[in-house]
């Protein structure tokens, strides 16, 4: 069956870096496109981008862009979310979902990213 | 960018009514819009695509209509598991705009 499974929960000082990682299974990975999406605490969704993994073209939305980086391990199936110079404003939930056909049928399970001094 | 503006933000109904949440684009996305649900902890899963076929394993009593700038997502015969936050997204290019959500409560 399809899975998207993401790398555990992070604790993280301001201006650290994060790397996420999103690890597909269950159908040809270089098919689909993945989608990030960012959930603040209690807040709605937002999104973020998303990478074509065919070619490794990453698109991003305005407010992510700059601090924001996908990337991809095509051989492991898995993709990559990075944010540098980490704010309190990035705490949140992160959450991968492959495009299909241009909406999300599946997503992962979500990684909680805290910022703390 | 597109906007989506969702209403209601929240609604309170009861096991067995049936509640309809809308959302409104601002501008003509044809039949590019999703509905996603939330349950609190938990990812959001695909309710409806093109504004109204159903996502594999989604209950009939679900069902979303709409097109251009207009759309609905209608819940019949609410069921207990039916309580959770709903967002649309339009999917007609980037960026991929969320609405601002309607949380569904028991009354």
């Known amino acids: 069956q399809i899975q998207l499974v993401q790398s555990g929960p992070v604790l993280k000082k301001p201006g650290e870096t994060v790397k996420i990682s999103c690890k597909a299974s269950?159908?040809?990975?270089?098919?689909?496109?993945m989608n990030w999406v960012k959930q603040a605490p209690g807040k709605v969704l937002k999104w973020m981008g998303w990478?074509?993994?065919?070619?490794?073209?990453?698109t991003y939305a305005d407010d992510f862009k700059g601090r924001s980086a996908f990337s991809l391990e095509t051989s492991a199936s898995t993709a990559y979310l990075q944010i540098n110079n980490l704010k309190n404003e990035d705490m949140a939930t992160y959450f991968c979902?492959?495009?299909?056909?241009?909406?999300?049928?599946?997503w992962g399970q979500g990684t909680l990213v805290t910022v703390s001094a | 960018d597109i906007q989506m503006t969702q209403s209601p933000a929240s609604l309170s109904a009861s096991v067995g009514e049936t509640v309809t949440i809308t959302c409104r684009v601002s501008?003509?996305?044809?039949?590019?819009l999703a509905w996603y649900q939330q349950k609190q902890g938990k990812s959001p899963q695909l309710l409806v695509y093109?504004?109204?076929t159903l996502a594999e394993g989604v209950p009939s009593r679900f069902s979303g209509s709409g097109s251009g700038t207009q759309f609905s997502l209608k819940i019949n015969s609410l069921q207990p598991e039916d309580f959770g936050s709903y967002y649309c997204?339009?999917?007609?290019?980037?960026?991929?705009?969320f609405g601002g959500g309607t949380k569904l409560e028991i009354k």
């Open positions: 501008e003509n996305i044809y039949s590019y």
């Open positions: 093109n504004a109204k």
């Open positions: 269950g159908y040809t990975f270089t098919n689909y496109g």
């Open positions: 997204q339009h999917h007609y290019g980037t960026p991929r705009t």
């Open positions: 979902a492959r495009e299909d056909f241009s909406w999300f049928a599946y």
């Open positions: 990478i074509n993994t065919y070619n490794g073209e990453s």
